[in-house]
């Protein structure tokens, strides 16, 4: 039997970690050229139209991810996975990993999340992030209103505070956007924490560079953080309270990572 730390598997786990985004790759262009130009043309109205791409998105991001597991090329387990399945949530989780997104999305029905504008102009994403409504983060001053918007919808928002993948061995830096969301709709926090041991896919790291050992992902859900007594601290100051609830993430997020990683 291999050993799940010998070389021969994890030369194996490179190639099956070009195959699993190769095929990431080639299905987003192929479901850009064909399925999700259909829904345009099938599905007129557009709240229904975006539902069932969120839907496709979600189904084909857990096709991947049971795919990187059928391979070797991971494992994972989920707690408190029931606090998600609500409408309307504020979803903030810490960013270790590139396919963070994958999982959220995959967990989480009608999730909505930011993108970089840029996705949207690229053959790869451009087909599911205009037919599923993602909001780009190129917007200017309409970015903050879309994201109200999509929570007061029953839309499940993502959104990662650090916004970029977490540089390892540094301490996490939250900004204070995904707090000004918050304060400003007046919206709850459900706080995803993600922990991955032996770090994979992380900020700076090639995807062929893969550990000793296959990750093993473990993602927990809290339960909501209220943003009332931030409000209430801060009075006709949405600014201030944001700032504040941006500092209290911080340390929530610091804390249940590295209480995390002393575990394992």
Request: hydrophobic fraction near 45%; proline fraction near 6%; charge should be positive.
């Amino acid at each position: 039997m291999i050993r799940a730390d010998s070389n021969l598997f994890r030369a194996w786990r490179r190639i099956g970690t070009g195959i699993a985004f190769a095929a990431f790759g080639l299905g987003g262009v192929l479901m850009g050229l064909t399925v999700f130009p259909a829904l345009f043309v099938l599905i007129r109205d557009s709240r229904r139209r975006q539902m069932r791409s969120r839907d496709m998105v979600r189904f084909t991001f857990a096709g991947f991810i049971r795919l990187m597991r059928g391979l070797g090329l991971l494992s994972y387990e989920l707690h408190g996975l029931e606090r998600l399945q609500r409408g309307g949530l504020l979803i903030l989780a810490n960013h270790p990993t590139l396919i963070d997104v994958v999982f959220l999305i995959s967990l989480v029905r009608n999730a909505d999340c930011v993108v970089r504008g840029g996705l949207a102009d690229t053959l790869f994403t451009r087909g599911p992030i205009r037919a599923s409504g993602y909001i780009r983060n190129d917007g200017g001053p309409e970015l903050l209103q879309a994201c109200i918007a999509s929570l007061r919808s029953s839309g499940n928002l993502i959104i990662f505070p650090e916004g970029t993948r977490s540089r390892p061995g540094e301490p996490l830096r939250m900004q204070r956007g995904a707090a000004q969301i918050a304060m400003r709709a007046g919206c709850d926090v459900t706080p995803v924490t993600i922990r991955c041991e032996p770090l994979a896919l992380d900020k700076g790291r090639p995807w062929w560079d893969v550990p000793v050992r296959p990750p093993h992902f473990v993602i927990s859900v809290g339960e909501d953080i209220t943003v009332r007594p931030f409000l209430d601290a801060a009075p006709h100051e949405p600014g201030l309270a944001a700032r504040h609830l941006t500092a209290y993430l911080q340390t929530y997020f610091s804390t249940a990572t590295h209480a995390g990683s002393s575990g394992t």
